[in-house]
């Protein structure tokens, strides 16, 4: 992977109508050879719209793709370089293993003999040997997604499409296979594109993500970059679990910003915003990046900030609701100013679940880089 | 499973309760008359009214000359190529219905069932009314060929001779347009149903595998339709094998087929016994025809 070569696919002010529905709304994005990218977004964002764009099933409305540095507007889906693993999977129920996996090669005419080893490589890869004579209605729905994958990489496609793979998969496999999927990408070094509304599948498998919102990108981005610097409150949303407060920007120089806000108080950060000072602007604050504690006895009005390291910010409030996760308990806590904040804290000993319970006040702290600010 | 309701065999009361009016239907009025034909078939006439059931093979000896043998296969070969041209002209029928948008779909169903609101013997009227020698398909072929006369006279060359109409009716091409016209519902039916439940997406694998429209129509579309052709080809054929009101209506003296032959023995040759042979001998054709299938049916069923 050379970073000077030109990328295997580009999306250029791409839009796609159906009657008076914009799916897909002026879209500019490169995707880079060899990268495992991910277009996350709730369903109805148009990803899969641009998807089926890319595979030639939907033609852009406006707006051109480029597959390899060739326009693609005229190139119907059976002459693309590239293949799809349909989230239906879409295995031809009629034909054995074999049959689905050679499907393509054959109706290419390539030669019996390569047919053979090709298949047989293509489903070791997907750790399907034995299963050359099984019929798909003899399989579980995991095995026949290993079909579809097989079917498709057996073709040697530059990019490798995904709708959904892992939707139909229940937990313990999909989390499974989203290892096996990153691995398999990086061993036969194809170009994978999937689509997902789930944040996780986008996280752990992807190079980069581009999180899509009502036909626009709301944010391109490697996953750790998405989820620590979102860059707008949908992206902060959308993409784990986060606090959000709507405030003022009333401080903002080089190394130090100060936003205030209503029912949370003065939010510290320990950098500059650039944003325009008075500005309506929005914080983000991951549950996992607040502390929480116990006041101290008989200091109520001043623990919070007593028991707050330094250079931390502080609050206070009210426990009013929890969830034992497991791994972690999730709390919900209500702010002297009425507003709810959710915090997590990791169970690191077996009892640290009974360290709170339901009205108990505790105090709050988290680091001055913690809180994103966000300015739409 | 052995709940409720689920096996005969461990309810016997409930289950004889239920099936004894339909056992008894059948019984009295299936399968008594038949096999009131099924003796007759082995008797001969002993009077104008009267049967005399001796037991005599001479009814099948006779249905299996060459008269009869004859029209019995021209039969066959009418219900056969009525059946290929309504699976010709069906199929892209029944597809365009399945990808049609889904608010069109059920109104196109309708113009499929539509034919069957209406009595077969009107329909047929209907259809000879079109194509008779002073049929409204005779007068516009009449009125295409006169235009073409006059733009003759308008470059300057000679009309052309006047228009004699086509014989449209009573011929084998009138039966089977006539077969045709009644059984397309049928065949297209059938294949609506199984078109429909085919997952859209397996076109789109075979597209994306590189196949083009043709190859995938007959890779993918057709054995996975395989299940309503065949339903929708004995469903055609059964009814087309024994067609009677069309041939008589719209058939020459030379296009009779099986059913006609049949219905004269019972009534204008008041020869019963044969008659009766003759309709079993249609009635084991069919059940040749259904064996296959299921056999067929059953093996696709094994797995490989």
Known sequence: MTEMKQPIIQIRNVSKRFGKVTAVDNISLDIRAGEFFVLLGPSGCGKTTLLRMIAGFELPTEGQILIDGQDMSLVPPNKRPVNMVFQSYAVFPHMNVTDNVGYGLRISGVPKGEIRDRVAEALELVKLGGFEDRMPDQMSGGQRQRVALARSLVMRPKVLLLDEPLSALDAKLRAQMQFELADL?????????????????????ASRVAVINKGEVAQLAPPSDLYEYPANRFVADFVGSVNIFEGTLTLDEPDKAAVECPGLGKVYLNHGVTGPHGANVWIALRPEKIYLHVPGEGKAVRAAAQDAPDGHNFARGTI???????????????????????VSRPNLSRHDQEDFTWDDKVSMHWRADSPVVLLS | MSGPLQDWKSQRKPFAAVASAPVFWLALFFIAPMAIVWLYSFGQNAG????????????YKRATEWLYLSIFLKSLAVAALTTGICLIIGFPVAMAITFAAPKWRPWLLLGIMLPFWTNLLIRTYALMALMGTNGYMNKGLGGLWEGASWLRTLVGMQPLEAWTPVQLLYNNFAVVLGLVYVHLPFMVLPLYSALDRLDKSLIEASLDLGAGHFKTFMQVVVPLAAPGIVAGVMITLIPALGAYLTPDLMGGTDSQMIANVIERQFKRANDWPFGAALSFLLIYAMFILIALQSMRSNKVKEPR
């Open chain 1, 185 to 205: 990408q990086d061993k036969v070094g194809i170009t994978f594109v999937t689509v997902t509304h789930d944040q996780d599948e986008a996280l752990s498998m």
């Open chain 1, 320 to 342: 009013k609701g929890m969830s034992y996760l497991g791994d972690i308990t999730l709390y919900e806590i209500q702010l002297e100013g009425g507003q709810i904040i959710r």
């Open chain 2, 48 to 59: 104008p009214a009267d049967i005399d059931i001796s037991g005599t093979l001479d009814n």
